[in-house]
């Protein structure tokens, strides 16, 4: 099968898009036929070595998927030959990834596509969004009529934080880096979009919750508390998942006295029953038109290189210039 992988850790000139053999489904894994996969951040850092991870060479790049089942492992009973399915999830802990033709995926980690959601939505929609949803439904518990600020609404993570707290019936602040892309956030239903290189943000967030904001998600690599703390609400709660060398101040008293409580966490260690349900509520939300994934661009296989340069300058080097997934069909 054609695949893109790498054979030793180092950039994005490492991956070689080449045969590997076709992998075969053992115990409960199945072998899916992908028609699209999606790059995430964290792809980059692995590729790059940038984050200990147990990796076997050579290595398929890649954690979120959609496709169609095309084997089935002997102990898999509930998912059959021709079931379209998505997931996420892979190219780590030891797993191969996706940027292939063919993937051999445990059943725990897919979920059913409905049908009338292309692969290309489905597979944009996969580390982000139960990102999101366990950072805001399991950790956070936002509730309907809460105000959450999101820091970052413009990109992969914030727009599904965006569009889930709307889901749950929150009122939605967030930022983004241009007028365009403050505008973008609107359409995903965000209630104010600050634009963060143009505006007083912490300002900004006082005068429009004057009471705190219940849920602060911090999607920047480099969070800054004593900006954020101020600005959270009494028992408000704060979500953590970017930035592993990140040392920032922290202002301790103001956060306890308030009764307030932080969250950390990373998706690919939560439990298959726990990314399964909130890919249920993904499925349901996407159905209903409560949840579109941003597609920036779609490349072929082939292009898996510049994909990863483009995510890394976007993400690492804040170049601004993506405005939503990058998606890759094999
Ligand atoms: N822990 C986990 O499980 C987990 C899961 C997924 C991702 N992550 C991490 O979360 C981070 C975000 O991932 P992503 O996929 O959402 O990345 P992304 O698509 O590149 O989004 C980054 C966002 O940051 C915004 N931004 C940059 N500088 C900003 C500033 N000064 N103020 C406010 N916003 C700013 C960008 O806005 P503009 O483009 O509008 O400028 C963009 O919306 C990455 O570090 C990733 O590794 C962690």
């Not at 366990?134 to 309907?144: C, E, F, I, T, Y």
């Amino acid at each position: 099968m054609k695949a893109a992988y790498i054979k030793s850790t180092g950039p994005p000139e490492n991956i070689t898009v080449g045969d590997l053999p076709t992998p075969q489904p053992t115990g409960s894994q199945v072998l899916v036929s992908v028609r699209a996969a999606a790059l995430n951040p964290v792809d980059t850092y692995i590729r790059a070595g940038a984050i200990p991870m147990n990796i076997p060479l050579p290595f398929v790049v890649g954690c979120d998927l959609a496709g169609t089942v095309e084997q089935v492992g002997r102990e898999e009973k509930h998912l059959k030959v021709g079931d379209r399915v998505w997931g996420s999830n892979q190219g780590l802990l030891g797993r191969q990834g996706t940027f292939a033709e063919y993937a051999a995926v445990d059943a725990c980690w897919l979920y059913p596509t409905p049908a009338q959601i292309s692969d290309e939505t489905a597979a944009a929609c996969a580390l982000v969004g139960i990102t999101a949803h366990l950072g805001l439904v399991r950790d956070a518990k936002l509730k309907s009529g809460e105000t959450l600020f999101v820091n970052g609404g413009s990109g992969g993570v914030g727009s599904m934080v965006v569009q889930i707290a709307k889901a749950v019936g929150a009122q939605v602040i967030t930022t983004a880096g241009s007028k365009e892309k403050a505008a973008l956030c609107r359409e995903l239903g965000a209630d104010h979009a600050i634009e963060y290189k143009a505006e007083d943000v912490a300002a900004r967030v006082q005068e429009i919750a004057p009471n705190g904001v219940d849920v602060w998600w911090e999607t920047l690599r480099e969070p800054n508390f004593e900006v954020a703390v101020p600005l959270l609400a009494p028992r408000g709660r704060f979500v953590l998942m970017a930035g592993r060398d990140a040392r920032p101040a922290f202002p301790v008293g103001p956060f306890y006295v308030k009764g307030c409580q932080l969250y950390g966490f990373a998706m690919f260690n939560a439990t298959p029953e726990e990314q399964r349900a909130a890919a249920d509520d993904i499925n349901r939300w996407l159905v209903a038109g409560k949840l579109k994934p941003r597609i920036d661009r779609v490349l072929p296989l082939e292009e898996a290189a510049a994909a990863h340069r483009l995510q890394e300058e976007s993400t690492v080097g804040k170049s601004g210039l993506l405005a939503g997934k990058i998606l890759i069909h094999p």
